[in-house]
Nanobody, 122 residues
């Protein structure tokens, strides 16, 4: 059974940093594209970042480019999302997802974690 477990969320002041982690089990992790998405209250879920199975390719939404960095450790079956220069508009539940296609569309991801809350105060 595939399982994705996010951690690292919390409350931080604007300008601060957090690092999200997502531990995966039940699949050949190194074969999967991993993505991070987020959903703010009253808004649709949106793409944040993605990383290929090898880690060679990454993609970011314009809203987080330069502030967030996606990475992965295939030996630990974990994907990371260090976030810096956080803004109140980054407040959302952050989800990691696993799929086989490098894409910004959440339809391309087959497995999802339960989410972790990130709250940025002004």
């Amino acid at each position: 059974q595939v399982r994705l477990v996010e951690s690292g969320g919390g409350l931080v002041q604007a300008g601060g940093s957090l690092r999200l982690s997502c531990a995966a089990s039940g699949r050949t992790f190194s074969s999967d594209v991993m993505g991070w998405f987020r959903q703010a209250p009253g808004k649709e879920r949106e793409f944040v970042a993605a990383i290929s199975g090898s880690g060679l390719f990454t993609d970011y939404s314009d809203s987080v480019k330069g502030r967030f960095t996606i990475s992965r450790d295939n030996g630990k079956n974990t994907v990371y999302l260090p976030m810096s220069s956080l803004k109140p508009e980054d407040t959302a539940v952050y989800y990691c997802a696993a799929g086989t296609r490098f894409s910004r569309s959440d339809y391309s991801y087959d497995y999802w974690g339960q989410g972790t809350q990130v709250t940025v105060s002004s």
